[in-house]
């Protein structure tokens, strides 16, 4: 059996992935947290050692933990909380071992280790091999304020908690990329999942030989018995050489040689045939080096630059004269394709839109019933958008770098923009290289980056103008 760890900072799509796992045959997950809390529960082991450490305080009168008082006290104090660990750390330890026992025993193949504190806590020792799914930090606290509904401040202070997604990256044998559709993220565990189970069925080949290697040797140890030889039969016997070996060789005939210029041409011709050969094998191993990077780096970009509700986009984009790749370009900074987004400011959706916005777009679409509930449907959302940045679009000549501002910061600071010599000539296009720094010259640039990439990816059929294009590569 082997143990293998799986671990990733918070928000990074751990649990996801190892709710996947839980549905593998041959693969058992011991989930340190269902272990905390099974120490922790009526009856536990942990509870008289916690009532010791910490009083009657922290515990209801029917006896039962009260979790809530026990984490204001320990996430005040540095000290209890220190204690705490303490305390539990050798609890946790020794119920983890009986568990990854009691699998091993139960014949499981792969057996996983849901640790979040992995390394933190020193688990990843008795691991055969680590799994950590990694998250960029950017992309990690838009996750998590979507996810909690919190501020940034908060979201940067519950990641630097704990290890970095980089550095549990780094101390990991393999890293899962959560950067793009989950969807992607899951489709590329089974490959891992079967490698390990092979790892798995070598290892224990390697034990059965062992053991039969074992067996056959402790059969096969007989006594040896003692070397005789004619002089221990009699001992004052002389051994006389044989007539042959008392002869004479007749000395052998002079041998033809080459000449040495003929010598000294086939070893410079050999020397010749052996560099160009490594040559050849160096230039052979660098080319596939090449194609593996070029290739690892395709993949990455494709993560990187998921595209989801593919044929929704394309056909809201046609209805409204939209190049889909700018569409997904906005889709892929609003919500990385997660259509039940939600900002902490009320925006909802694939496209993030704001309650009076789509309100307001769907007085212009004239749709009936509408209700702001429908923003979590990708097509509604998508139409909404579409209509929004049509209409954007139309007040700024179609400039991308116009229409990305506007959706981030609204029109209203575009056309004070545009009316500003600093950072437009002529009131019409908005150069992204003279916009003062900021989110909204960040958020800009990273759309405009993306457009370009969507377009190269996915929607080469679908002509961009060749102004827009100036645009994309300025």
């Known amino acids: 059996m082997r143990v293998i760890g799986l671990t990733g900072s918070i928000a990074c799509g751990k649990s996801a992935v190892s709710a996947w796992l839980q549905k593998q045959d041959g693969c058992q997950i011991i ?22 450490a910490f009083g009657s305080s922290v515990f209801y009168a029917d006896g039962s933990l009260n979790r809530r008082q026990l984490g204001s006290l320990i996430f005040s104090e540095g000290a209890a909380r220190e204690n705490l660990d303490q305390l539990m750390a050798p609890l946790l330890q020794k119920l983890t071992r009986e568990r990854i026992e009691q699998a091993r025993e139960n014949g499981i193949t792969l057996c996983f280790l849901d640790f979040p504190l992995l390394f933190e806590k020193g688990y990843d020792a008795i691991c055969d091999t680590v799994w950590c799914v990694y998250l960029p930090k950017e992309i990690q606290m838009q996750r998590l304020m979507a996810r909690d509904q919190i501020s940034s401040s908060e979201a ?19 890293v899962i990329d959560n950067s793009g559709a989950l969807s992607y993220t899951l489709s590329t565990l089974p490959p891992l999942l079967e490698e390990e189970r092979q790892r798995a069925q070598a290892s224990r080949r390697r034990r059965s030989s062992r053991l039969e290697d074992n067996e056959a040797s402790s059969l096969s140890r007989a006594p040896v018995p003692p070397l005789v030889t004619p002089l221990q039969e009699s001992p004052g016997a002389i051994m006389e ?29 050999a020397f010749l045939c052996l560099a160009c050969f490594t040559a050849q094998t160096l230039m052979q191993a660098y080319l596939t080096r090449q194609a593996e990077k070029h290739l690892a780096e395709e993949r990455a970009i494709h993560a990187n630059y998921p595209l989801e509700y593919r044929q929704m986009i394309i056909s809201a984009a046609e209805e409204f004269n939209l190049n889909p790749a700018f569409v997904s370009a906005i889709i892929r900074n609003e919500s990385s394709f997660q259509p039940r987004a939600e900002s902490n400011v009320g925006a ?8 009076d916005t789509a309100e307001w777009i769907a007085g212009k679409m004239k749709v009936n019933g509408y209700a702001f509930d429908r923003m979590y449907d990708p097509e509604s959302n998508i139409r909404f958008g579409c209509w929004y940045l049509q209409y954007l679009s139309t007040l700024f000549h179609g400039d991308p770098v116009c229409v990305s501002c506007a959706y981030h910061a609204g029109q209203g600071q575009v056309t004070a ?54 645009a994309l590569y300025q």
């Open 241 to 269: 050489r044989p007539v042959a070996a008392r002869q004479r060789r007749s000395p052998q005939k002079a041998r033809w040689s080459l000449p040495a210029w003929l010598i000294g041409l086939l070893t410079g011709f």
């Open 31 to 52: 989930d340190g947290d269902l272990l905390a809390r099974e120490l922790t529960a009526p009856g536990g082991v942990a509870l008289p050692l916690i009532r010791q």
């Open 417 to 470: 923009w545009l009316s500003d010599s600093r950072f437009s000539d002529d009131g019409v296009p908005l150069s992204l290289q003279r916009l003062s720094d900021g989110p909204t010259k960040t958020y800009a640039g990273r759309v405009i980056r993306a457009y370009g990439i969507y377009q190269a990816l996915y929607f080469e059929d679908h002509p961009v103008d060749p102004d827009i294009a100036d």
């Open 348 to 355: 909802r959706g694939l496209m993030q839109l704001m309650p």
């Open 156 to 174: 940067l202070q519950r990641i630097n908690a704990v290890f970095s997604s980089e550095e549990k990256a780094a101390r990991s044998q393999v």
